[in-house]
């Protein structure tokens, strides 16, 4: 039994092999799942601060009346593109099946692009900012994982 080894594309660790390629795309699976959980489940333990901020936030732009529709539809794609991407890491890891890594990154991409829609037709570009590194490590995300 091989407790840890290093090859020229894998690791090898407790006789599993793991390629190099999908350790990556796995930590970035996992990074991702968990911020975007984490942003989604917030967001159902505290709706009413959270759907109070948003109509706040959107009070003066088009989107106004689109205020509840719109946490609604992010919430649901941030759990789905968390979950997908916490499950697809382990199954990129242990089955070499990354589709479900694909899409939770794919719902992720969504996401971030619908969050940074709102932030900049709210003209919240401090907010809008620091949604760039995410979305930058989940193209990366996609990007791994054509590489297999």
Do not use: C
Request: proline share 1%; glycine share 10%.
């Amino acid at each position: 039994m091989t407790l840890l080894g290093f090859g020229d594309d894998n690791l090898v660790f407790l006789d599993f092999e793991f390629s190099y390629v999908s350790i990556i795309g796995a930590s970035i699976s996992v990074f991702l799942g968990i911020v975007m959980s984490q942003s989604g489940f917030d967001k159902i333990f505290n709706w009413e601060g959270e759907l109070d901020f948003i109509t706040g936030k959107f009070a003066n732009t088009p989107l106004a009346s689109f205020s509840t529709f719109g946490l609604i539809q992010v919430t649901i794609l941030e759990i789905l593109s968390g979950l997908l991407s916490l499950f697809g890491s382990f199954m990129a890891l242990f089955y070499n099946d990354h589709s479900y890594s694909i899409m939770g990154l794919i719902l992720a991409a969504a996401s971030l692009a619908i969050l940074m829609l709102g932030q900049r037709i709210s003209k919240d570009y401090e907010g809008a900012a620091v949604l760039v590194p995410y979305y930058i490590l989940t193209v990366f995300g996609l990007f791994v994982y054509t590489q297999f």
